[in-house]
């Protein structure tokens, strides 16, 4: 079946622009996950979604970053006024939805901002 | 989430078999082992988990010890496209994945 799918797969983008990435996860998890990788650095949780609410945004970074779900399916990560830190690869991830089921990860969208 | 080692990298020769080792001497009678590799410029890929007996999959088995403070990943005939980084972690309510560095697997013809 299809895996969780994430657009673009590279964004450019100058710095204090805004972007949105997009995340579509597997057809019936109800678990969806943001997390951030910096070069050559590990993950970072930035938020989870169970269904369309978030009851985790403690890893979001700052207020510029916001995250929402619509119909339990698709999820936007939107950074407002980039900054050149902001840079890393931005993954999704999805799960069936009980705090034991495995993440399965989408490919990334890589973030440049210059 | 219980606290894991693993060697820094690895090398394997192509067709032989890889075992990468992880120790996780804290884990909690509840917590999953689970493992993760991450290919260059990939999202994480699910290999395979296991809480107490040794399981096996199409990608790779898993060896856990009796007291469960340390488990074993085996891919029985690696390729070349089995080199990357490997996550081995045991996560806590499973929210929030942390993967540690992992060990870096260099698979050479």
């Known amino acids: 079946g299809a895996g969780v799918s994430q657009s673009p797969s590279n964004k450019v983008t100058e710095k204090g622009k805004d972007v949105e990435l997009r995340c579509d996860p597997i057809s019936g998890h109800t678990a969806l996950y943001w997390y951030r990788q910096s070069l050559g650095q590990g993950l970072e949780f930035l938020i989870y979604f169970q269904g369309n609410s978030a009851p985790d945004k403690s890893g979001l970074p700052s207020d510029r970053f916001s995250a929402e779900r619509t119909g339990g399916s698709v999820s936007t990560l939107t950074i407002q006024r980039t900054q050149q830190e902001d840079s890393a690869v931005y993954l999704c991830a999805s799960s069936l939805g009980q705090t034991t089921d495995t993440q399965y990860f989408g490919p990334g969208t890589r973030l440049t901002v210059l | 989430d219980a606290k894991t080692t693993q060697p820094t990298s690895m090398d394997c020769a192509e067709g032989r078999a890889a075992n990468l080792p992880c120790n996780h001497s804290?884990?909690?009678?509840?917590?999953?082992v689970y493992w993760y590799r991450q290919i260059h410029s990939q999202g994480p890929q699910y290999i395979i988990h296991?809480?107490?007996n040794n399981e096996t999959n199409e990608m790779a088995s898993l060896i856990i010890t009796e007291d469960r403070k340390s488990s074993t990943l085996i891919l029985p005939h690696a390729t070349l496209r089995d080199t990357a980084v490997y996550y081995c972690?045991?996560?806590?309510?499973?929210?929030?994945?942390?993967f540690g560095t992992g060990t870096r697997l260099l698979v050479s013809p």
């Open positions: 972690i045991a996560p806590t309510g499973f929210q929030k994945l942390v």
């Open positions: 296991g809480l107490k």
């Open positions: 804290t884990i909690s009678g509840n917590e999953y």
